[in-house]
């Protein structure tokens, strides 16, 4: 059972720490950092897109499937 979206958004600036920390030694798929974190990619899939609407995080084309992106911390004064 998933749980609610308001209640995972309500997460995320627990979660950006943690998350940052694993995307310290370079980037990351969404499962592989879900993987990672122990978590349900559902739910690090709406903390990344939090993360990168505020300039913490920036997307860029796998070289893998289609669609696969990966993930990486920006670095922030």
């Known amino acids: 059972m998933s749980r ?3 209640e ?3 997460d995320e ?5 943690r998350l940052l920390e694993l995307l310290a030694d370079g980037p990351l798929t969404v499962p592989e950092l879900a993987a ?27 070289p893998g499937r289609l669609f696969e992106y990966r993930y990486s911390a920006v670095k922030r004064p």
Not at 13 to 17: A, E, K, S
Request: no cysteine; glycine share 8%.
């Open 4 to 6: 609610d979206i308001r």
């Open 8 to 10: 995972v958004v309500r």
């Open 13 to 17: 600036p627990l979660m950006r720490d």
């Open 36 to 62: 990672a974190a122990h978590m349900p990619a559902s739910e690090v899939m709406v903390w990344l897109m939090g993360m990168r609407k505020y300039g913490y995080v920036f997307e860029e084309k796998g």
